[in-house]
């Protein structure tokens, strides 16, 4: 897919935790390790999954047009993420398991495949590796223990809590000072915990909990923020490249994540990057909130590249807000382009030999432009109005001239790389393409039907040539006992 040689050595990025643009350096040349914070498998994904998860296949994408090679991790929570942020209430999954009458791990297979359902008809890459909670306990445990043996992390009553005031840091990438956290959070200290901001790396599961494993501190189960630092750290390795997730998972999962790394000793993240928040009436779209659409929903009503198309217009740290009107005008934008591309293929059937020098020139401008967007943080929509700068040049050249077929190609597989492998655009057919199957296929009806008053008037050799012509472009008749039928 990359058109880089050479891994580009000029990619800037806004890190969370430094507050400002910064150049990309990779740990290893060459080399991009990414982990992605995924969804909890409880129900069906909605859009503002996939704002978050195009984001992050977009800015993958452009790592390997740039020339690296990226290795993309995304989890499935499958245990531990509690109703409440403090560490109460039921497990999500669990409480589903209750409602459905299924097996918590029935629920989160079946919320993990039509997840992954919904990402494949988005078009988006599957992650190098996806690991679930539930499938890494043994690690989890492990860095628990390295957590208490160096005095970050007590045990109480079966439990095992992050001792916050033992890591001065906790609240470095939030810029939440513990003091403020103190404000917030004014509650009574509950139950077991020494400090109401302590957090759980291990719940017992007394209380009739389903999901439940052995441990050195009974049975229980895993707090829902150490799975992340332990996954990420076994697959990508100290000091990995870069962490994403939505920019509400900052405080308190991010904030827990890098403390339980840090302090039981090992090098965490070096960027962090959070996509904004996909809003509905100015509120983020949510499960617990109920303001959500289902990406089976949108998708059984709006073409996948025009979903796709919507998210990319906006820059992944800009709030999009969801509406009709925004789809409306996502469809058009799309279609524009997709015309385009679609007419530059069609003239390549016919087009003279040869190029165009000052056309390749113009061509090349819109792809540096493109190419300059997304270096600049991934700012998607400034690489989509070069595509359509591409797209205004094409359309008016072809409206004049005979463009060559050099030229032609050149353009077309600009749009290829650019639109389709990194915006991920163009899957299954452009919507012009689409448009044309449609008429195609009112047009044989027609044709058939022709054909068969032929038949029922004995005019044969009528209906034969019809028949011949039809296959001398490939296409064959058949009668079946439904009526005649028709395929290339
Ligand atoms: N509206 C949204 N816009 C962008 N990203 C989102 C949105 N909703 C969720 N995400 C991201 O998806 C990931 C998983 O989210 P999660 O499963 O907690 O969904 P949720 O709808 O926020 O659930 P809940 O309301 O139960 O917390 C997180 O990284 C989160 O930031
Ligand atoms: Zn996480």
Not at 28 to 55: F, I, N, Q, W
Not at 298 to 305: A, F, I, K, Q, T
Not at 468 to 478: F, I, K
């Amino acid at each position: 897919m990359s058109t880089h040689a050479q891994p580009d050595p000029n990619i800037i990025l806004y890190d969370t935790m430094q507050r400002q643009k910064v150049p990309f350096v990779p740990t290893t040349p060459g080399h991009v390790g990414m982990y992605l914070c995924g969804p909890t498998v409880y129900s069906d994904a909605h859009l503002g999954h996939a704002r978050k998860e195009v984001a992050f296949d977009v800015i993958r994408r452009a790592f390997m047009h740039f020339g690296y090679a990226v290795r993309y991790v995304a989890n499935i929570t499958d245990v531990g993420h509690l109703q409440d942020d403090s560490d109460d209430g039921e497990d999500k999954i669990a409480k589903r398991a209750a409602l459905e009458r299924l097996e918590p791990m029935e629920v989160a297979d079946k919320y993990f495949w039509s997840f992954m359902d919904d990402m494949a008809a988005l078009n988006i890459l599957r992650p190098s590796i996806n690991p679930r909670a539930t499938g890494h306990i043994t690690e989890q445990i492990a860095l628990i223990e390295e957590l208490i043996e160096r005095g970050h992390a007590y045990e109480s009553a079966g439990s095992v809590y992050f001792d916050v005031r033992s890591w001065p840091d906790y609240g470095k990438l939030s810029g939440r000072k513990l003091d403020d956290q103190d404000v917030g959070t004014r509650e009574a200290v509950r139950g077991d915990k020494r400090d109401a901001r302590d957090f759980a790396l291990w719940k017992n599961a007394e209380g009739g909990h389903l999901m439940r494993w052995p441990s050195p501190w009974g049975i229980g189960f895993p707090g829902w923020h150490i799975e992340c630092s332990a996954m990420s750290l076994k697959y990508l390795g100290e000091g990995f490249d870069i962490h994403g997730g939505g920019l509400d998972l900052e405080f308190p999962h991010h904030e827990a994540e890098i403390a339980q790394a840090e302090a039981a000793g090992h090098a965490f993240a070096r960027y962090w990057m959070h996509n904004n928040m996909l809003t509905i009436g100015g509120e983020k779209m949510s499960k617990s909130k109920g303001n959500f659409t289902t990406i089976a929903d949108v998708l059984s009503r709006h073409d996948p590249m025009v979903v796709r198309f919507l998210l990319v217009s906006s820059h992944y740290r800009s709030i999009t807000e969801f509406s009709d009107v925004a789809f409306e005008s996502a469809k058009n934008g799309y279609r524009r382009l997709s015309e385009s591309l679609y007419e530059i293929e069609r003239r390549l059937g016919d087009a003279p030999d040869g190029g165009d020098a000052a056309l390749d020139r113009k061509i090349e401008t819109h792809v540096q432009a493109f190419e300059a967007a997304m270096r600049d943080d991934f700012n998607t929509p400034k690489a989509v109005a070069a595509l359509f700068g591409l797209s205004g040049e094409m359309n008016s050249a072809l409206a004049t001239e005979k463009v060559g077929r050099a030229t032609l190609e050149r353009a077309r597989d600009a749009f290829h790389t650019l639109g389709g492998d990194v915006l991920g655009l163009f899957a299954g057919g452009s919507a012009a393409q689409e448009d044309n199957s449609e008429v195609v296929g009112t047009l044989m009806q027609l044709v058939l039907k022709a054909r068969q008053n032929y038949r029922l008037n004995k005019q044969y050799a009528e209906s034969d040539e019809l028949r011949d012509t039809l296959a001398q472009v490939g296409v064959t008749v058949e009668d079946t006992k439904d009526g005649p039928r028709w395929r290339r």
